[in-house]
């Protein structure tokens, strides 16, 4: 399976960005309007998929959200294996931090996809709702904050 990598400076929206900008979160939609206006393609890894489809008839939102961007990601196993490793290296992080864990887990596995993806482009913008486990998982694949962008709604 050839891998799919989104362009350089994208938009990659997580669970949470795609449902900011269906719930009509203003900042959520002026990134979104933001990133069309300069240009960037904008996209949702298919992990991301799995957690906000759910086919209920109060999700046209969302539906027409997932329609609008340029890609919808597809899942490949080496980006998978990338994910698990970019997991793994955050939990040690935050373990390390001596953070205190709010829910002893580490980030979740479509955070990290969604964050492997972002790391694959090399420069890329995301738009979540869990802004601190972007930021870990970012910290993680060793990159800055000029290479990932994490806006949080």
């Known amino acids: 399976m050839a891998e799919v990598t989104v362009s350089r400076g994208a938009l990659l929206l997580d669970c949470g960005g795609v449902s900011a900008i269906a719930d009509g979160n203003r900042d959520a939609r002026a990134v979104l309007i933001r990133a069309r206006s300069e240009g960037r393609q904008v996209a949702i890894p298919a992990a991301v998929l799995a957690e906000v489809v759910t086919d209920r008839p109060d999700h046209a939102l969302v539906d027409r959200v997932i329609k609008s961007v340029d890609e919808a990601l597809p899942l490949t196993p080496e ?75």
């Open 79 to 153: 980006r998978a294996r990338q994910a698990g490793i970019l997991r793994a290296r955050a939990w040690l992080l935050r373990q390390a931090s001596g953070r205190r864990l709010e829910d002893g887990r580490p980030p979740s596995a479509v955070d990290a996809l969604v964050a492997a993806e972002a790391v694959a482009a090399g420069t890329a913008v995301i738009l979540t709702s869990d802004p601190d486990d972007m930021e870990l998982l970012r910290d993680a694949a060793g990159l800055s904050r000029d290479q990932i962008e994490i806006i949080g709604v």
